[in-house]
């Protein structure tokens, strides 16, 4: 590729361009000559799979083209030294990008706002949401920024949306930047969810800097690239009802409708279907959390996105011990946002949703679709959790046996996580007597073992393959928060391996893996204390 062409694609270029003299083109990261690295970082053969170049992306700006009453364009502000801390190839596998690409100077460039593509076109999107239960008339993008929409051999759009790219108008007090901490904490949960098969953003990578902020303390600045099929949340919709816009509403509707929810076009009543469909995915996004203990953190009308997926992280944590009323999120005073009221705030987010529909469908049809959601919801969970306990069929009492085994967890402070792992590990008689040991309430521990044993062995070919039928829904690593901090730990005293090897670990969460024992561990106890706020 000549060197000249390959570098036009960028269009904005903040800093002063290096030489071409490297066999590697530095600006467009392609290979000059014909003889490029044969396979990436892990192996993967780049003659087969995933060879584009940064330059070679192609571009579709569907959200951009709506206007200026949806977003505002606004350039990324770069952050000083970008340096790569961590990059996912399966992030980068959806945009059709060579691994190898990581590696590059431009890729950190590109990502941490030095650089920007001629097709970009950087905006802030608008919205509102309820915050806490409170409405909030002005949100937007304050800190993050649409850069575009990449359409990849296989005809998705993803979103490459740049988080902490500098001020926008939607900023209010806030400084348009995002922690390195934060930033590597998004980075590990949407990536170690995805893992777990659990709907969500995605994030490519974390670019780091010596960019200085001012949190509680002084922190450096870091860029987070998330890519998602969309960028729109519940608050869009509620930004253009409460503003009064119904014109733009209905554009936005329209907009979602046509390119993320196309199989409810031809309904008879195509915006009713669509609104269905966004309640059965939350039904069983939410019911996902559930079932492996994920806890969102900020469960706001503007943190959610109008996909079903996981979105907008926070202060989030998985579960150590198992504890109904676990409040990950230090700034959540009243447990809002507690492990067992994501369920019911879910709904009470749909229904915020619902409301600012109601100037497209009827109020009755829109609460009877609200009423389907906590029947999904339970079906959806009660289906995965029997799968946890290796149970093949259903029967009438299997809630009221989950029920009771959380209860025994809940007074024991059983790990959540292991507990499913270890009681897969054996046939179900001998699994029990090694978990006995974690619990306190013996009694009622070994009531709860003869009727999950009963139950095992009502099931014809309970036995056969347990293991492995096990072991493929109960994972054996997980983010747990302390593991996140001692790498936040190190990256930010300059070391990067703990970041990438955890996010290794984490991206085969059911598989046991030679030498990682250490990641598998119930926390030690400082590490199940952390406190985990909003301030990011
Ligand atoms: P979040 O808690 O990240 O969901 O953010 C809630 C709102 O505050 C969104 O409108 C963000 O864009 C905005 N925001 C959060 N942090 C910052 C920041 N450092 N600078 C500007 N806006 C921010
Ligand atoms: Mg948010």
Redesign the pocket.
């Known amino acids: 590729m000549n060197a000249q062409n390959a570098c036009e694609g960028f269009a904005l270029d903040r800093r002063q361009a290096s030489s071409h003299t490297d066999p590697l083109c530095i600006l467009c990261g392609s290979w000059l000559a014909g003889d490029g690295p044969q396979s990436g970082p892990l192996g993967i053969d780049l003659q087969e799979q995933h060879v584009k170049a940064l330059d070679q992306l192609t571009f579709d700006n569907r959200f951009a083209r709506l206007g200026d009453a949806f977003s505002t364009q606004v350039l990324p502000e770069p952050i000083a030294d970008p340096r790569l801390v961590v990059a996912s190839e399966s992030a980068m596998a959806l945009l059709d990008l060579d691994p190898a690409q990581a590696e590059l100077p431009v890729f950190a460039e590109l990502f941490s706002g030095h650089k920007l593509w001629e097709q970009a076109d950087p905006r802030a999107m608008v ?1 509102s949401g309820h ?1 806490f239960g409170s409405y909030n008339p002005r ?6 920024l649409l850069l575009a929409e990449v359409l990849n051999d296989q005809g998705q759009h993803w979103d490459l949306h740049l988080k902490g790219a500098g ?2 108008p ?9 922690v390195l901490r934060s930033s590597i904490r998004e980075f590990l949960g949407s990536e170690a969810l995805h893992a777990l098969g659990i709907a969500t953003s995605r994030a490519l990578c974390v670019i780091g800097s010596s960019t200085a902020v001012w949190r509680e303390a002084r922190e450096s600045a870091a860029m987070l690239t998330r890519l998602a099929q969309s960028h729109v949340r519940f608050g869009h919709f509620e930004y253009f009802y409460y503003t009064k816009q119904p014109e733009q509403q209905r554009l936005l509707i329209d907009h979602v409708l046509e390119h993320h929810y196309p199989e409810c076009r031809g309904a008879e009543q195509p915006y009713l279907a669509m609104f269905r469909t966004i309640v059965e995915r939350n039904a069983e996004l939410i019911a996902r959390w559930q079932a492996y203990g994920f806890c969102h953190g ?1 469960m ?1 009308t ?2 959610m996105s109008i996909l079903g997926i996981t979105f ?1 992280f ?1 202060p989030y944590a998985f579960l150590d011990d198992f504890d109904a009323n676990f409040i990950c999120n230090h700034s959540d005073d009243r447990g809002r946002y507690s492990y067992a009221n994501q369920v019911p705030i879910a709904h009470w987010n749909l229904s915020a949703l619902a409301q600012a529909l109601t100037t497209v469908i009827e109020v009755e049809p829109l609460k009877e679709a609200l009423g389907l959601f906590l029947p999904l919801y339970q079906a959806h969970y009660l289906d995965l959790m029997r799968r946890r306990l290796g149970l093949t069929t259903a029967e009438d009492d299997d809630m009221a046996l989950v029920e009771r085994l959380l209860q025994c967890m809940q007074r024991g402070g059983v790990d959540y996580s292991l507990f499913f792992r270890k009681l897969g590990e054996q046939p179900a008689a001998e699994a029990l007597k090694v978990v006995r040991d974690d619990f306190i309430d013996l009694a009622a521990f070994d009531a709860w073992g003869a009727d999950y044993l009963a139950r095992c062995e009502r099931e014809a070919g309970n036995a056969e393959g347990r293991r492995e039928r096990m072991h493929a829904v109960n994972p054996l690593y997980v983010l747990r928060n302390y593991l996140a901090q001692k790498a936040i730990e190190a990256a930010e005293a300059g070391d990067y391996s703990e970041v990438r090897r955890l996010h290794q670990v984490l991206s085969k969460p059911f598989e046991e893996q030679p030498g990682m024992q250490a990641y598998a561990e119930r926390p030690p106890e400082w590490g199940k204390h952390l406190e985990i706020s ?1 301030s ?1």
């Not at 949100?139 to 993050?144: S, T, W």
């Not at 939607?170 to 930047?177: A, I």
């Open positions: 919205y915050q949100l937007g993008d304050g800190r993050g001020q926008t939607y900023s209010r007090m806030g400084d348009g930047r995002a900020v706001n503007d943190n907008d926070g909003c990011s």
